[in-house]
């Protein structure tokens, strides 16, 4: 296992289509979470799962957003009707508890809408 | 809520130099701390962490003190090298354990 990998890493899509990225776990880790990441600052919490159970969504998930792991491996992230604001850099990212111990990113998937 | 304050970029040093990237946080509770690193091209790696008051995380000549009473958890490098050029965020995770609260991150520039 390489670490966690995320697909595609780059998206360009129009305003108004739907996009989804795909994000693959190390594959001990119960625990993984999206987050967004604008230029300029730091990560924001999105959403994370335990295993398959989504446990919190920030309040920057609109009901546009929508989040799966389906059977507690990889997880898809699924923003529908694309807007200019929602391009940014989206990181996935998994641990075996909780953040108190080391969570391991992904490289990202830098989406621009256009 | 609970938030991270770091300092901010560009800081540009000159090989050898030494290094502080102030870091101070609010949140209820004891999180944990930590600085994470990304290098160009990279994704976010940890650095260092600190689980309780006055614990002391180091990594790569990397060094940071868990302070409660200033609330901060400064980085701080004795001689920098060019390979040290990365973004470094930091971080603290809620005693309730549910996902990071980033700072807005620092560039460092390194140059020989």
């Known amino acids: 296992d390489t670490g966690v990998s995320q697909d595609p890493r780059h998206k360009i899509t129009k305003r108004g289509q739907n996009v989804t990225f795909r994000c693959d776990p190390i594959?001990?880790?119960?625990?993984l979470y999206w987050y967004r990441q604008t230029l300029g600052q730091g990560p924001e919490f999105l959403t994370y799962?335990?295993?398959?159970?989504?446990?919190?969504k920030s309040r920057l998930l609109s009901d546009r957003f929508s989040a799966e792991r389906p059977k507690g491996s990889f997880s898809t992230l699924e923003i529908q009707r694309t807007e200019q604001g929602d391009s940014a850099m989206y990181l996935c990212?998994?641990?075996?508890?909780?953040?108190?111990?080391?969570?391991?990113f992904g490289q990202g998937t830098r989406l621009t809408v256009v | 809520g609970d938030s991270v304050t770091q300092m901010e970029g560009p800081v540009t040093l000159s090989e050898e130099a030494f290094l502080t990237i102030n870091c101070t946080y609010t949140a209820t509770g004891y999180p944990s701390l930590f600085w994470y690193v990304q290098y160009p091209g990279e994704g976010l790696q940890l650095l260092l962490k600190a689980t309780k008051a006055d614990d002391k995380g180091s990594n790569k000549g990397f060094e940071a003190t868990y302070r409660k009473e200033t609330t901060s958890f400064h980085l701080e490098k004795g001689s920098v090298q060019v390979s040290d050029s990365a973004v470094y965020f930091c971080?603290?995770?809620?005693?309730?354990?549910?996902?990071?609260?980033f700072g807005k991150g620092t560039t460092l520039s390194v140059s020989s």
């Open positions: 799962f335990q295993n398959e159970a989504q446990l919190e």
């Open positions: 990212a998994s641990s075996f508890r909780d953040p108190h111990t080391e969570a391991f």
């Open positions: 594959s001990e880790h119960n625990r």
């Open positions: 971080a603290l995770a809620h005693q309730a354990g549910t996902a990071l609260i």
